[in-house]
């Protein structure tokens, strides 16, 4: 709260790749973080008496990146991260705690349309190709639910990675992608 005071700029890291929460729209910053961390600094300049400007910052999902969630928050580069953040039982860093949640989602299957009814969750999966992002919750649930489909994570570890795997499910190249939704 003090480098905020000093400098009157809040700092918050926010994925380009997950909307509803964050994303770009032709070059443009998008989402409920964005609009929710803009009524936080207008909220922080009445509280602080002067005024304090939303500073947008990229993260990412990958864990192994600089522009980490968790990282970026851990060294100061971000105040705070806003997106689709799975709330482990502790935080993977020291000196990075969890706000209570202000959004629930649940994982869903995006598919192609003729795989409707077709495509079945309810069943084992079993030798249907599943696209995950790698090291999420979302990773974890499904391998331990379909433990006899093949699951592919490792052409999403980057920050393009939701829109690589909508793209591969299109191409036919996964059957699905599971993905935390609102």
């Not at 993977?92 to 649940?106: H, K, N």
């Not at 649930?141 to 699951?151: D, G, H, N, Q």
Request: hydrophobic content about 35%; some cysteine.
């Amino acid at each position: 709260m003090s480098e905020i005071k000093r400098t009157g700029v809040l700092k918050v890291g926010i994925r380009r790749d997950a909307p509803p929460f964050g994303f770009l729209d032709q070059d443009k910053w998008q989402g409920y973080c964005v609009t929710k961390m803009y009524y936080l600094a207008n909220h922080l300049g009445e509280v602080l008496n002067r005024p304090v400007r939303f500073e947008k910052i990229p993260s990412v999902l990958d864990e192994d990146s600089p522009n980490n969630r968790y990282g970026m928050v851990a060294n100061g580069k971000v105040h705070l991260d806003c997106g689709p953040n799975t709330i482990k039982s502790a935080p993977p860093l020291s000196g990075v705690t969890y706000s209570t949640a202000f959004y629930f989602s649940g994982t869903h299957f995006i598919i192609r349309p003729e795989m409707k009814g077709i495509f079945k969750p309810d069943s084992s999966l079993a030798g249907e190709t599943i696209g995950v992002l790698p090291g999420s919750n979302t990773h974890t649930l499904i391998s331990s639910t379909y433990p006899l489909a093949e699951i592919v994570d490792t052409p999403y570890r980057s920050s393009k990675g939701r829109e690589l795997a909508v793209r591969d499910v299109v191409e036919r190249d996964i059957d699905a992608f599971a993905i935390k939704s609102m």
